[in-house]
């Protein structure tokens, strides 16, 4: 049986997406994200399902810890997130006075909080309030979490779909210690990577021009500060296409020749929900 460890409690949106990788698997869940990743190079034939944007708050800050294991990218997953106020078994809207959630959670419905005249309290994560909550037994507090985290915990959904914008959707992304990835065909690809320029003027600029002269399109360019430091600084990229085509290889053999630091983190099949975004 396959193993996928996950940050948060179980009814996670994290143990949602691993659920929808892999139903039959064993899915466990790990306190932070470090000790995910320190799961996946310690346990080689494990996998790992990281949160890693919103299309709605952007960027979970997850960058430091992909330049810091460089772990294999297997594979993206867009998640609908779909967040609902837990409570008590027979607890109104009108009863809630305070609410518990991730901050991502708290600020994707904060127009549903502040109708309401809710107070909120950040905590680590949406399933672990709705755990707390489950032990609290108060009526008038209340979690942001998913219809799961209901099931798990016995609590009732007041509200569902609470969210500021519905068809809000969370990128995963699927990794881990061994190298893989697919054979090049007629589908569509995703090629992500992250290097390091070597300090001169415009190297960013210049390093780049292969990609606009081949015709690659970059779907995402990340720039993260090097440790200690706030003028040395490597880039998380995502281009479309498969490393093997001639076009992304030329662009990629330009992108090197102003390099320091180059590292190919995974290629992979671009999620179909891509298309209806």
């Known amino acids: 049986m396959s193993r996928i460890y996950f940050q948060g409690a179980f009814g996670a949106y994290s143990h949602l997406a691993a659920l929808s990788i892999d139903k039959n698997a ?26 890693e ?18 772990l294999n990218i297997y594979k993206e997953h867009f998640q609908k997130i779909a967040h609902n106020l837990l409570g008590q078994k027979g607890a109104k809207v009108s009863d809630i006075k305070e609410v518990y959630s991730h901050a991502q959670g708290l600020s994707q419905c904060s127009e549903f909080i502040k109708k309401n005249n809710i107070s909120e309290h950040i905590r680590a994560d949406t399933a672990g309030s709705a755990e707390m909550i489950s032990k609290v037994k108060d009526i008038k507090k209340a979690a942001i979490a998913s219809s799961l985290s209901a099931e798990i915990y016995g609590l009732e959904i007041i509200k569902k779909n609470i969210e500021n914008e519905h068809g809000n959707l969370t990128r995963f992304l ?39 002269i081949n015709g690659v399109n970059l779907t995402k360019l990340q720039s993260y500060p090097e440790k200690n430091t706030f003028d040395s600084f490597f880039f998380l990229c995502d281009l479309d296409g498969h490393i093997e085509d001639q076009k992304v290889q030329k662009s990629l053999e330009e992108l090197g020749l102003h390099c320091e630091d180059f590292h190919v983190l995974g290629v992979f099949e671009a999620d179909k929900l891509r298309e209806k975004k």
């Open 174 to 212: 699927v990794m881990g210690r061994d190298i893989s990835q697919p054979k090049y065909s007629n589908k569509k690809y995703i090629t992500s990577f992250l290097f390091k320029l070597k300090s001169k003027p415009a190297a960013l600029y210049q390093s780049l021009g292969g990609f606009a």
């Open 53 to 70: 944007s919103n299309r709605i708050t952007g960027n979970i800050g997850i960058e430091y810890l992909i330049f810091k294991y460089r």
């Open 26 to 51: 064993e899915i466990l869940p790990c306190k932070t994200f470090d000790d995910c990743f320190n799961k996946a190079i310690s346990e080689p034939d494990c996998k790992i399902i990281i949160p």
